[in-house]
């Protein structure tokens, strides 16, 4: 209540699952975060970030572990660089297919803050301006090294003007790979770009549901925007057109119009505009926050890019308790989805329409057989009719119709030892009910 802010690095938090934490007040003094004079090099146990002092333009991003650099030098905006595009006074260029008047700009007068160095992560902060687009006090990019995990955060924030003629803000993150390629998780699944979509598709931007990856055999670089879902890939492609698949001349893009996945590893975030004529408002304005969140491994599956994906789009659901005068009672942490070694990802879950159990949606993301047993599904020191007083479960359709029963703690464990298993072709999507035996422990009203 006296508005003080607190920031935890909490690990290996168990599957929908909790553990408790007591904030103890000691007498010495808080350790305040240290500053450090920044000299053009940011670095921790997993990356180097280099930074022209001067500019403030981001010249260098290596992995340490994987030994690479990540940034591609030649790129005609560097990363985090943020991007103002003016359609001039003719709003109609996109709805005749065509983008003759426009102008794009970056920010200005960018400056760097020394090195904040806290237990969580350290970071610099990037100021600049774009007078037509924010207030005099400038757009603000905070740059976050995290000290426990590999993991990159841009945090953005600006007082955006109010601007009626046609406008868009673009941030660039110009990476590179060789011999590599996008895949984008849009609902449902993943995709490449230009090859997974359906033939006539549009390809200029596209929406990401977790993660969007640059990726080739041996590892990939993921970006995730929790706020910002709409991105442009290779390029700006704004006024290209282009459809998958499509050998329709395009005048416009002075081409033949067909998308052809891009040469570039070039990931741009669409943060705003306001080109189109049906009824939004004329123009945005107010205080406006967003984040990016990237990691970079050497490994090139699905599974670990939806994980990193989910962990930073997801937030944690958090309650603080006021003090007590007894010491709180410790509690076990306890879950009933344990993180099973597989290939699954649990995308939702929800009480069921009969108000009977749970219902969970889960999805495998490799694009391989795979199958889990269901007594997986708890904690390995318990079952899962302990977990949440499971009495059956049940394979279910969308409309939560029954498929199959799976498992059945009414019956004699004979009769159904050869059916607790839960298999998935590839890319496939299921729903389990699970059948409680008293919903109210669970909280399923």
């Known amino acids: ?10 690990k290996d938090l168990p599957a929908l699952g909790y553990r408790l934490y007591r904030i103890v007040v000691e007498p010495e003094p808080r350790e305040n975060p240290q500053e450090k004079p920044f000299s053009g090099v940011l670095e921790n146990d997993f990356y ?6 001067n500019s403030g333009r981001i010249t260098g991003l290596f992995d340490k572990e994987w030994k690479r650099e990540l940034i591609d030098d030649k790129a005609k905006y560097t990363p985090g660089e943020v991007i103002y595009e003016r359609l001039g006074k003719n709003r109609g260029q996109l709805e005749q297919h ?3 008047e426009f102008t794009r700009k970056s920010w200005r007068d960018v400056r760097v803050s020394d090195i904040r160095r806290g237990q969580v992560w350290q ?3 990037l100021t600049g301006r774009m007078d037509e687009c924010a207030d005099p006090s400038g757009i603000r990019c905070e740059i976050r090294l995290y000290n426990h995990e590999k993991k990159i955060e841009f945090c953005y924030s600006m007082k955006k003007l109010s601007v009626t003629d046609p406008e868009g803000v673009y941030v660039s993150f110009p990476f590179k790979l060789n011999q590599s390629h996008h895949v984008v998780e849009v609902a449902g699944g993943t995709m490449i770009p230009g090859k997974d979509q359906i033939e006539g598709s549009a390809s200029d931007w596209t929406g990401i549901q977790n993660f969007v990856a640059l990726r080739n055999d041996s590892g990939q670089i993921i970006f995730v925007s929790p706020e910002i879902p709409l991105v442009q890939l290779g390029d700006i492609n704004l006024g290209k057109f282009l459809r998958v698949g499509s050998p329709t001349p395009n005048p416009s893009h002075g081409g033949e119009g067909r998308m052809e996945y891009p040469a570039s590893g070039s990931i741009f975030s669409w943060v705003l505009n306001n080109y189109w004529t049906t009824n939004f408002l004329a123009s945005q304005e107010g205080e406006l926050k967003w984040t990016y969140q990237i990691s970079s491994v050497d490994n090139p599956s699905n599974t670990l890019a939806t994980r990193f994906g989910m962990e930073n789009r997801i937030p944690f659901l958090y309650r603080v308790f006021p003090a007590s005068v007894k010491p709180d009672t410790i509690l076990l942490p306890r879950s009933f989805f344990a993180s099973a070694d597989n290939h699954l990802a649990l995308i939702s879950t ?11 949606q889960l999805r495998e993301t490799e694009g391989r057989m795979d199958s889990i047993p269901i007594e997986f ?6 079952t899962l009719a302990q977990a949440v007083n499971a009495v059956s479960a049940t394979e279910v359709n969308v409309l939560e119709e029954p498929i199959r029963k799976i498992w059945n703690k009414r019956a004699k464990p004979e009769s159904t030892y050869y059916g607790h298993w839960l298999a998935f072709r590839p890319y496939e999507t299921k729903f389990l009910f699970l059948e409680l035996s008293s919903p109210d422990a669970t909280g399923v009203k």
Not at 1 to 10: K, N, R
Not at 377 to 382: R, V
């Open 1 to 10: 209540e006296e508005g003080t802010w607190w920031m935890l690095h909490v």
């Open 48 to 53: 180097r970030l280099s930074v022209d002092a």
């Open 98 to 100: 065509k983008l003759d």
């Open 123 to 125: 970071s610099i902060t």
């Open 350 to 360: 929800h009480p069921s329409a009969d108000h009977k159990g749970i219902v969970m």
């Open 377 to 382: 599904l708890a904690l390995s020191s318990i």
